[in-house]
């Protein structure tokens, strides 16, 4: 994997060569791990000339798992004192090696760090880097897709123990707690984000934070979770009715947005705008007179972030690429009544290559448990 970092930090190297910025300041965690293996907290890491990369942090990187496994290749700079800022320790050796530029993540910074980067190396011009780390991580290789496929494969398993046991009389908070449990049973790092479970009336609501509300007879129960495995996180999400036959009105809306789901996930393919799969995933729903209550967006790419670029959204710009791993998660609540949500983990794949790989193959039927 050295060798993968180390082709990662020379892309970048040269983009910023190309902008005439001899140097960048990594300070975004996920973008410090993509680039060097490991986010040890506080860590930045600079990006210099002839591959002079050095990552700065307030202690020896541990190897725990929420850090990552660092590139054996890389140079590692300790700081003595533990209230010194690693950025600024970074943009002084950037200066000392008479660098004349230094591109820096500002959507990152607070202001009061840029002032202190511009401070110890008055010489240094600070640019602006952008989000070329974000855009350089939007195309996934095929080791982190592996590594999305097993926390696909984790959270199926966690989701599938619990349909099997009783659920009746359980409160949501019990069930979001199981269910990471089991995350971490099968492999998991831990939950790729706070489990989402809503029951009855809290069902089909997006990112509910689960209550005391206990299961009831009749109840649609919606479940979004997800794992995180070499840092690397997926997402599903399922419906389900509890303990009896569903009634009419839950067999429609599940139908509608099951119908929602399967058009935004054919509209997956290279080349394809973020802003037409959002449309065609939005179009069923709002057809039906839903439009107005759904959520700004019906997915997202994920990653070492759970909600990451590219945004399948009604005014997103762009266009997918082939390898790309993205939700797709419509749903529609009813106040007071409850509602659906389907959401999928897919990578980008082109037809040729059978399209769209899907990743959580939890079953989509509405089962009664």
Known sequence: MSDVYATRRGLLRDRCA?????????????????????????????IGPDGGDMLFTLGPPTGDIDEGRLDEHLKVSVLPSPGADPAVAAADMAGSARADALAVEEHHLTVARHRALGSVA?????????????????????????????????????????LESILVGRTERHLALELERRLVDHGADGPAFPTSVGTGPHSGRSRHRPSDRRVEEGDFLSVCLGANYRGYRCEIGRTFVIG????????????????????????????????????????????????EALAPWTGHGVGLEIDEDPQLAPTAMGKLDACVPVTVEPGVHLPGRGGVRIDDTLVVRPEADGGPELLTITTKELLAL
């Open 18 to 46: 190309a902008a005439g910025n001899a140097a960048a300041l990594i300070t975004r965690p996920a973008n410090v791990r993509y680039l060097s293996g490991a986010a040890p907290k506080g860590a930045v890491l600079l």
């Open 122 to 162: 008055p010489g240094l011009r600070l640019a602006d880097l952008g989000t070329a780390v974000e855009q350089q991580r939007l195309v996934k290789d095929e080791e982190e897709i592996a590594c999305l496929r097993i926390a696909a494969e984790i959270a199926d398993q966690a989701l599938g123990e619990l």
């Open 244 to 291: 009896t036959s569903p009634a009419d009105w839950q067999i429609e809306l599940y139908d509608l947005v099951f119908a929602a789901q399967r058009a935004g996930r054919e509209a997956l393919v290279p080349g394809a705008a973020y802003r037409d799969v959002d449309h065609a995933a939005r179009s069923v729903l709002d057809s039906a007179g839903h439009g």
